[in-house]
């Protein structure tokens, strides 16, 4: 079956870095695009990136472009989102999930499956 794990949340200070894991199984990864999405305390949920199958190509929400860089590596069919100058409005629970064929990438109710989660927390 299909499954998304996400890793590597945790707490840091605002300026700081992540970088956030998805570990996907259970169907082709390089054949899809995939995406990170999160959800703030409070609200709904925000598409952050998205990457196309070779990784050739990469979209981001104005919200974090030139902070976030999101990469895969299909040869270990996982996902990374790269977070530098980290805010505390960044603050949320960021989800991987995958774009079916034909789909809009930016949509994120259109998406088929999703990890459970990881916790990431800016705070001083």
């Known amino acids: 079956q299909v499954q998304l794990v996400e890793s590597g949340g945790g707490l840091v200070q605002p300026g700081g870095s992540l970088r956030l894991s998805c570990a996907a199984s259970?169907?082709?990864?390089?054949?899809?695009?995939v995406s990170w999405v999160r959800q703030a305390p409070g609200k709904g949920l925000e598409w952050v990136s998205a990457i196309k199958p070779n990784g050739g190509s990469t979209y981001y929400a104005a919200s974090v472009k030139g902070r976030f860089t999101i990469s895969r590596d299909n040869a270990k069919n996982t996902l990374y989102l790269q977070m530098n100058s980290l805010k505390p409005e960044d603050t949320a629970l960021y989800y991987c999930a995958r774009v079916p064929p034909g789909s809009r990438y930016y949509l994120v109710d259109e998406y088929d499956y999703w990890g459970q989660g990881t916790q990431v927390t800016v705070s001083s």
């Open positions: 259970g169907f082709t990864f390089s054949s899809y695009i």
